[in-house]
């Protein structure tokens, strides 16, 4: 289970999260909706330790994340896959490499276990035998799914997905929902998913919470916030652009807010 208990963080005089809490249950999938630069990608890296609350508590299966030895942290994160906001894959390197790459890092792994764990997790995403090709010559949703193949490897028991279908078509969108769906369903994964897409809060949300202002505004299961009665809710999912005017549906990634690489001051 992860638990956000009140969490605040600033940077400089910017006030993000104000009082963020969250519970994700077991085999969940959690989606975290909300407007471009509220908060939700500094919300999910508190989780794996990427940042630290100013103030308030982050806990995962009964351990204060904030408050974990370097290597107990490193231990953690072998158990949560990061399916990061841009594919994030390593141009230089074999698909099959960067699928590795976790497992290099966070497991004692054989080459032949490495070798079938990666051509396994390549499977579960549709992509069975590209180990040998390179990111440049996969499409951006064959890269999404990349991503995702390289947190599977892990045999992650939660993963986190930071807009993993912003930019992408409509239909290759759906294919994304659909392997998240999958990875519910076949792995018993419970996930966090953020996204500002409706459609795709829908299909793989097992709850949706919204985030404004700092806090969690509403959460609530699918038909709850399709029924919402809160305004703020009811303008988000609309589509309408926000009470304080910022408008919906920009890409994270043309904004300052949207990298997810590491930045100053992040926990490394
Ligand atoms: N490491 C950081 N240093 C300084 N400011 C940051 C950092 N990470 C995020 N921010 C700021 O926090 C706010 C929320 O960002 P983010 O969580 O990326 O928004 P969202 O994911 O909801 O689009 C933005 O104003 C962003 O510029
Ligand atoms: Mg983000």
Redesign the pocket.
């Known amino acids: 289970m992860i638990r956000l208990v009140n969490v605040h963080k600033s ?2 005089p ?1 006030h ?1 999260l104000e009082g963020f809490t969250l519970d994700v249950v077991e085999s969940e999938t959690m989606v975290i909706i ?10 999910i ?1 508190h989780i794996v330790g990427l ?1 630290e609350p100013d103030r308030g508590e982050v806990w995962v299966d009964g351990r204060e994340v904030p408050k974990l030895p370097r290597r107990d942290l490193y231990e953690l994160r072998s158990h949560i896959g990061y399916v990061f ?1 841009f594919a994030a894959l390593f141009d230089s390197m074999t698909i099959g490499d960067n699928v590795a790459m976790g497992l290099r890092k966070h497991h004692h792994l054989e080459d032949a276990e490495i070798q079938q764990r990666v051509s396994e997790a390549l499977e579960l995403v549709d992509l069975p035998g590209v180990q040998t090709r390179f990111p440049a010559e996969l499409s951006g949703g064959m890269r999404k799914r990349v991503g995702i193949a390289r947190a599977i490897a892990l045999r992650p028991k939660y993963i986190l997905y ?2 993993p279908t912003t930019g992408l078509d409509p239909v290759t969108s759906a294919v994304i929902d659909e392997l998240m769906v999958r990875m519910r369903e076949r792995l018993g994964v419970t996930s966090v998913v ?1 996204t500002h897409d409706m459609r795709s809060a829908y299909t793989v949300g097992s709850r949706i919470a919204m ?1 404004y202002q700092g806090r969690v505004q509403q959460v609530g299961t699918v038909d709850e916030i399709r029924n919402s009665s809160d305004p703020i809710v009811r303008q988000f999912i609309e589509g309408r652009p926000s009470l304080d005017g910022e408008p919906l549906g920009v890409p ?1 990634a043309i ?5 997810a690489q590491t ?4 926990r490394r």
């Open positions: 940077f400089g910017k993000v909300g407007y471009s630069g509220t908060g939700k990608s500094v919300a890296k940042l906001q930071d807009e953020i985030l994270a904004t300052s807010a949207g990298s930045r100053g001051g992040e």
